[in-house]
């Protein structure tokens, strides 16, 4: 794993940005691939169950 990083008040913004675009947007993207067609894949399926 990865080392843990203290961060200082005055670089939390830096810091927070810096996460947000190598870690939590690369992982919902990831999701989102994932779970989109997924949800498309059975649409079909609830639609004409509950039509």
Known sequence: ??????????????FQNKMLDRVVYPMFEALQTHIVPNIQAVEPFWEEKWA
């Not at 961060?7 to 939390?12: G, I, L």
């Open 1 to 14: 794993m990865g080392e843990i990083v203290e961060v200082e008040m005055k670089d939390y913004d830096s």
